[in-house]
């Protein structure tokens, strides 16, 4: 009865479905490509913007609990906020505190409002009697003047509070570009051409913003040092792995203890320390003046009156989407939320994860566990992780149950060799696609990839869902795998392979905490479930 009641909801119904219709649709339901879709729907729905600032912000008359803390309304809030994900957290804040809101300013991307109308959001739109006034700005994810325009409006704003004021902060992922302040002498140009050359060079998110903080008036603790001596409560959509809150939109909110000898580190690994501004020398030597006993006092003051509190994150999608793959009827194992490392490496740790799963040998050749504890380290997964994963896959395949569904998240990379169009999660679907046709796999598995934010690069896509009848299909159609990996080309491979059925596309969500992995392993006579 649980499950007809949970479907019935799935369906968004008021009342519980027949139990005939519900064995119907249960059946309907039953291809694990649609089960995998629901799965990747449910892990998107539950790190919805509204949903985690409702879930985070608890309402007693003119108390505000948050983060365990109780903090007391008094026509004394102010609000900013700045990345993809904002305006939707900033529609749900000001439904359950905007009674006392004085003023608000949110920097979010060119654009979004209607793009955000168009897709049927309005719920994440302001009400035209909003306080909080939205700028949008860096076009294709890059720093723009208008984002400094927006930037500054939002130090002004927190410059001029008191003690008795309180300061909510919403940061989502594409909040650095969102938010650029370069320190004086250095100009925007300047700052965005050092952060486009480091990316690319290949520079990871965490090294980006390592030397996107040292530059900036705002990021690493600047915009909290501005508030001072306001009480800072800071909700954060996270998109980074691990959810570093230094590093999350540049962390802010979270004073960092930066050495200019660490930026320079960054800038010499990737040949840069010698094309850059003369500018930039004079911000790091600068910078020395701040580090060190200063930010070690200003970290101590920022302890009383900053609150950081992580809302939304890869490891919350993954926990959504376990328990909506309980209520479908497999069974839920989450690998990591940190996956991340060369697309070829984790698309090959799949396959032999697959493998693993349904190979009919009582004992599982000891090379393939090797190869798989191997591969762990390179793709972010600890052994530890493996080995409980592993375990779980043997209990079960034992017990003969059902359908596992391995869940896992984080971001891979993808170096590019081609010009085709196509995005990480695209690319990983289809190298795993090609990992499942390897004959010694002999798996029945589907594996979907998608971005949680509904576009996996520069493709109107969130990703794929493929299996090991991935090649054979191919080949029927004329289409050659291995050419589309060459070029990157897996979003045109994929919008041909018949008519597009294997794309993920959800549109815009609204949200970001990277991309969702679900693999569907039958362990037992199910094999045959397609
Ligand atoms: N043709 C392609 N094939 C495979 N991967 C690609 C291709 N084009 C771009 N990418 C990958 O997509 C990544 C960019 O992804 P995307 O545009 O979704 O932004 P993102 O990394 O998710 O950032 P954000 O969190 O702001 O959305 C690039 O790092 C690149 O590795
Ligand atoms: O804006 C950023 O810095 C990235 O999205 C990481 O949070």
Known sequence: MAQIIALS????????????????????????????????????????????????????GDKLLVGGQSFTLANNLYLVGFGKAVLGMAAE?????????????????????????IHGKEKMLLKKNSRITVMEGAKKNLPDTDAQKSAECIRELASGLTEKDLLLVLISGGGS??????????????????????????????????????????????????????????LILSDVIGDPLDLIASGPTVMSDFKPEEVWAILDRYKLSFSLPSSMNEVLSKGRAH????????????????????????????????????????????LSPGICGDVHSVARLYGLLSRFACSPEKETPPELTAEILQLGPEVGVESWDL??????????????WGVTCLLAGGEPTVKLTGKGRGGRNQELALRVGLELSRDEV?????????????????????????????????????????????????FTFFSQLSEGRRLLMPGLTGTNVMDVHAMLLPLSAQRDFQ
Not at 42 to 55: C, H, S, T
Not at 93 to 117: C, F, M, N, W
Not at 388 to 400: A, D, F, H, I, Q
Not at 443 to 459: E, H, I, R, Y
């Open 9 to 60: 909801r799935f369906l968004h119904l008021k009342h519980p479905l027949p139990v005939k219709l519900a064995s119907l649709c249960f059946r309907s339901m039953s291809s694990l490509d649609t089960r995998a879709r629901a799965v990747f729907s449910a892990a998107v729905e539950g790190v919805q913007p509204d949903i985690v600032v409702r879930r985070s912000l608890e309402r007693h």
């Open 291 to 334: 580090y060190g006993s200063q930010v070690q006092k200003q970290a101590e003051v920022q302890k009383d009156h900053v609150l950081n509190v992580v809302i939304g994150s890869n490891t919350i999608a993954l926990e959504c989407a376990s328990r909506k793959a309980v209520e479908l009827g497999l069974r839920p194992i989450i």
């Open 442 to 490: 002999k798996s029945a598995a589907v594996f979907l990839s998608g971005g949680t934010d509904g576009q996996d690069g520069p493709t109107e896509a969130a990703g794929a869902i493929t299996d090991g009848e991935l090649m054979k299909e191919a080949m029927s159609q004329g289409l050659d795998i291995k050419v589309s990996l060459i070029d990157n080309d897996s």
């Open 387 to 400: 080995c409980r994963t592993m375990n779980m896959l043997v209990e079960e395949r034992k017990e003969g």
């Open 93 to 117: 804040a000001e439904r359950i505190v905007g009674d006392h809101l004085i003023k608000g300013v949110v920097s979010v991307p060119h654009g979004i409002q209607k793009t955000l109308y």
């Open 177 to 234: 570009a969102l938010l650029p302040a370069p320190a004086p002498p250095m100009s925007l140009q300047e700052k965005q051409d050092v952060t486009r050359k480091l990316a690319a060079a290949g520079a990871t998110i965490q090294e980006l913003n390592t030397v996107r903080r040292a530059l900036s008036l705002l990021k690493g603790g600047g915009l909290a040092q501005c508030a001072n001596p306001a009480q800072v409560v800071a």
